[in-house]
């Protein structure tokens, strides 16, 4: 989720740009993971949701104006790099990625 903000160094005040990240985990706490890998993370109960204006067959509208389409993308090719989904944040303002092992 892309969110912008306002701060203050010294006498001056800029806007940046920064984007954060829920990982959802389910049935398996991840916390020890994310401090081991060295993510500075929040304990959230719940994710932030999404409240639609209108629903259309191929994108739904939100407020301020914004649309927003879902993929569903059931299989990933092996060549992915480690970091793709940086290429992505010039085109999206929320990627939700949801893994789900196959059983053998």
């Not at 204006?53 to 092996?78: D, E």
Request: charged share 20%; with cysteine; proline share 10%.
């Amino acid at each position: 989720m892309r969110t912008t903000e306002k701060i203050t160094i010294g006498n001056n005040q800029i806007e940046t740009t920064y984007y954060r990240f829920f990982v959802e985990s389910i049935g398996e706490p991840v916390d020890w993971i994310l401090e081991q890998c060295g993510f500075k993370h929040q304990p959230i109960m719940e994710l932030p949701k999404i409240e639609p204006v209108k629903v259309f067959s191929k994108y739904m509208a939100l407020p301020g104006g914004k649309l927003m389409r879902t993929y569903t993308m059931y299989s990933l090719p092996g060549t992915l790099w480690p970091g793709f989904l940086y290429d992505t944040y010039g085109i999206a303002d929320r990627i939700m990625l949801r893994v789900r092992p196959l059983p053998p």
